[in-house]
């Protein structure tokens, strides 16, 4: 373990680390790019017109504040299953009713309004489940911006409502096949157009990784979900929640949550990957549980690799989380143990899926569904003034389609069994 820093919210370093995790590990040809970009943020960050930009297009067109909504009949029923006395209070931060569907929408307009103070006119993104892509998408066609999407051909396939979005919205989307065609690749892919078309091209990251600044830049510009929360939670209970749960692929959606949190000790936080069909089968996406330091995309962070250090492929049922890296700050944060990471199988994330449809009537994305497989858990281990927020990082009609056919699969299975 990692000594604790006196506080979790000052990194990274000048440097771009978290420990021993981030950096930047690019190529010659990339690092003045980078360092443009860095030496842009700071000064965005500075100017308070852009604050005020970021903050009336989140209110006028992605529709923020989000709702934090009390879950009454998912709490009833973990209460109805847990033990006498037992049964958190589990509310739901609504990412989902943003503009475009998810969380992703936070991070890209603040990118896309630094690309225009940098006069840079061609977008370019990599997308998994597509959100990211149809929100870069969306905030391009609201500046007239050009942009060009990298998405995997297996994510293009699972993934089509959203590249139907994309192309509506104006967007290039390119689908990858090398690799094992899904969203590694397809950061391959934009990394090296980013090289080749140094002038003119932005690249807008989706999640917390990549070279510095991205993690923190990204993390930034998604802790709008935590300040949020902070407030709106005590206006419905009087006092900051007990607990927080999140999703991690990447991790921008959890750390968004999570970064305005890490100070206060009193708040137990939770992240959960994707356990796949396992985490002794081979076939999951947790690289945390499963795998070790190392770079990838530019920054050192926690990573699925074989035994001779070469990347090993990732597996999820969410195409969100089909990453075989993390975050490297989540990575920090998980030597530190300030946040508590878990995993959530496909099996478990496909009930939760169905559970929160069920009961709520809110359909969540499948990546929030690993979210909720263990938030449920973890509330019927606690008290019933124990307040627990879940981030529902986004909806789930890019999902119909997959889950209908798996649902489909499996009533056939046990028709023959």
């Not at 009087?238 to 692929?249: F, N, Q, W, Y």
Request: glycine share 10%; proline share 5%; charged share 20%.
């Amino acid at each position: 373990m990692s000594n604790k820093p006196n506080s979790y919210t000052t990194g990274p370093d000048e440097h771009g680390h978290f420990g021993i995790f981030g950096g930047r590990f690019v190529a010659e040809t990339l690092m003045p790019l980078i360092l443009s970009l860095e030496k842009a943020y700071e000064e965005a960050k500075a100017d308070p017109d852009y604050a005020a930009a970021i903050a009336s297009q989140q209110k006028h067109y992605i529709g923020r504040p989000s709702p934090l909504y009390y879950a009454e009949r998912l709490t009833e029923e973990v209460r109805a299953k847990a033990p006498e006395g037992q049964g958190a209070k589990i509310y739901l931060k609504r990412e989902e009713l943003n503009h475009t569907g998810s969380h992703k929408v936070n991070n890209v307009l603040g990118q896309i309004l630094l690309a225009l103070r940098m006069g840079k006119k061609r977008i370019i993104a990599e997308t998994g489940a597509g959100q990211h892509g149809v929100a870069t998408a969306t905030l391009c066609a609201r500046f007239g911006l050009q942009c060009v999407v990298y998405m995997g051909a297996v994510d293009v396939a699972r993934q089509m409502p959203n590249v139907v979005r994309m192309q509506l919205l104006g967007a290039e989307v390119r689908p990858v096949q090398s690799g094992a065609r899904t969203l590694k690749d397809a950061m391959n892919e934009a990394l090296r157009d980013w090289v080749t078309n140094v002038a003119d091209t932005f690249y807008c990251i989706g999640t917390v990784a990549g070279p510095h600044p991205y993690p923190a830049m990204v993390r930034d510009f998604q802790s709008v979900i935590g300040r949020e929360v902070r407030e709106q939670a005590q206006t419905l209970e009087g006092k900051l929640p007990d607990s927080l749960v999140a999703c991690i692929g990447g991790g921008s959606n959890a750390m968004g949550l999570f970064h305005p949190f890490l100070d206060d000790a009193s708040v137990e936080i939770f992240g959960v990957e994707a356990a796949g069909h396992g985490l002794h089968s081979g076939a999951h996406a947790a690289s945390i549980a499963g795998g070790r330091p190392g770079v990838l995309h530019g920054n050192r962070t926690y990573l699925l690799m074989d035994g001779d250090g070469q990347i090993a492929e990732a597996h999820s049922i969410s195409a969100g989380l089909d990453y075989p890296g993390i975050g490297p700050e989540h990575s920090w944060l998980h030597e530190t143990g300030r946040v508590t990471y878990l995993s959530a199988t496909d099996t478990e994330a496909l009930a939760s899926f169905q559970q929160l449809s069920r009961l709520e009537g809110i359909i969540p994305a499948l990546e929030s569904a690993h979210a909720l497989a263990r938030a449920v858990d973890l509330a019927a281990e606690r008290p019933r003034d124990h307040v627990m927020v879940v981030n529902l990082s986004g909806r789930g009609d890019k999902d119909i389609d997959q889950v209908s056919e798996l649902l489909a699969a499996s009533k056939k299975e046990g028709a023959g069994a």
